[in-house]
């Protein structure tokens, strides 16, 4: 391999450089700032850009030979990029304002990159540290040329397997379907429809929406034909939450139990085998150590089959969700709703907490109206709620 370093004023001469002496096929292995006062910079008066590239040598492997794909190169690991998120972000930003040096014609070629989806994405909330991985993965292969791309596609993993473009927002979207295994396709969301669920239990703080949504969940379940459903609530806390639920299962057609001790417990357990699908409704902030954190365990310990998701207003500061996350995965929580759609554009945040987080999400509220501002998720839906350019969501 030829591993050789590029310097310039700015990161457009730098890459042009790299394209005139390696050619449009290199591989940008690192990029950084240097410092004025460093011995690169004194070799190369007026530089403030470095770029270490790679031209693999003209050598594949026998199968590869055979095939007539060459070998998939190999990418090193530099920590520069993905460590140093602020300079990852100013040399986008350099990208975007473009250099009227003559040296910025080397990004020509680079003209459908669309760097923009970055800069958008940040302000919409998304994580440095969740979207520079993909960045990175993203330009190797929209840099990579058109054989490289069909072995990568034909690996049969990964975004690059599904890509129809050239966005690094397809790119995103792609991967994080993956991540969250889901299809695009709006009927393959996750448990709260699934045939074998039959009982799903809400946590979250007070106001996230779990009693909206619940109501969502069991309106849309029943209009999809499960007619035998209960609401079984916990919230006995709450001033007026008990007479809230029964206002609402009038309106709703479910049956109400209250379960404020074990006794109570047991007595609704015993019909859920009959009903065709049970909701709990948990109190706001409730622990392991609460009065209600108890008598939830130990319905648990009695119907190990309860799924447990986690609700997470949009509203909410992320650092807030995580916690309440964490207070969840207490009770085995492994699922995420989203709530509250409608009243913030920074939905982000969904995306952090849930890319690599082996969290699964199971949809979307996305306003008052019940059943029909619930959405479950796929594909499509992450998509339309949280990557589509502005003008595009939903």
Not at 80 to 95: K, V, Y
Not at 295 to 304: Q, T
């Amino acid at each position: 391999m030829q591993w050789r370093k590029f310097y310039g004023r700015t990161m457009a001469g730098a890459l042009a450089r790299v394209k005139r002496e390696l050619g449009a096929d290199a591989l940008i292995v690192e990029s950084r700032m240097i410092e004025p006062d460093s011995a690169a910079a004194r070799m190369n008066p007026g530089a403030k850009y470095e770029i270490v590239a790679v031209r693999e040598r003209a050598t594949t492997t026998l199968a590869a030979q055979e095939s007539g794909v060459p070998r998939l190169p190999a990418t090193g690991k530099s920590s520069d990029l993905l460590e140093d998120l602020g300079l990852l972000r100013s040399q986008i930003n350099q990208l975007l304002t473009g250099d009227e040096s003559p040296d910025s014609s080397c990004i020509t070629h680079h003209s459908s990159l669309d760097l923009a989806d970055y800069h958008d994405l940040i302000a919409r909330g998304v994580d440095h540290r969740v979207i520079a991985p993909q960045f990175r993965a993203w330009l190797n292969w929209r840099l990579a040329p058109k054989t490289m791309r069909h072995y990568m596609a034909a690996q049969g993993n990964g975004p690059a397997a599904k890509m129809e473009g050239d966005s690094l927002r397809e790119w995103l979207w792609q991967a994080w379907a993956a991540e969250q295994g889901l299809e695009a396709n709006p009927d393959s969301g996750l448990s709260t429809q699934d045939s074998e669920l039959r009982t799903l239990a809400l946590l979250g703080p007070t106001g996230c929406g779990k009693t909206t949504t619940l109501a969502k969940i069991s309106s849309k379940l029943r209009q999809e034909g499960r007619q035998n459903i209960a609401i079984a609530t916990l919230d006995g806390c709450r001033f007026g939450a008990v007479e809230q639920w029964r206002r609402i299962g009038k309106l709703i057609g479910v049956e109400i139990h209250e379960i404020a001790s074990e006794a109570d417990a047991t007595r609704c357990m015993e019909s859920w085998d009959s009903l065709d699908w049970v909701g709990i409704d948990t109190p706001g902030g409730m622990t392991p150590d609460s009065t209600a954190g108890r008598l939830y365990g130990s319905i648990l310990a009695r119907c190990p089959n309860i799924e447990s998701a986690v609700v997470v207003p949009m509203t909410q500061q992320e650092p807030i969700s995580r916690r309440s996350i964490e207070r969840g995965k207490s009770f085995g929580a492994s699922r995420l709703l989203f709530t509250k759609l409608d009243e913030t554009e920074q939905t982000g945040s969904i995306l952090n907490l849930t890319m690599n987080q082996q969290l699964k999400i199971d949809g979307f509220a996305t306003g008052t109206r019940v059943p029909e501002d619930w959405e479950r998720a796929s594909a499509d839906s992450l998509w339309r709620r949280v990557l589509a350019p502005a003008g595009g969501m939903c």
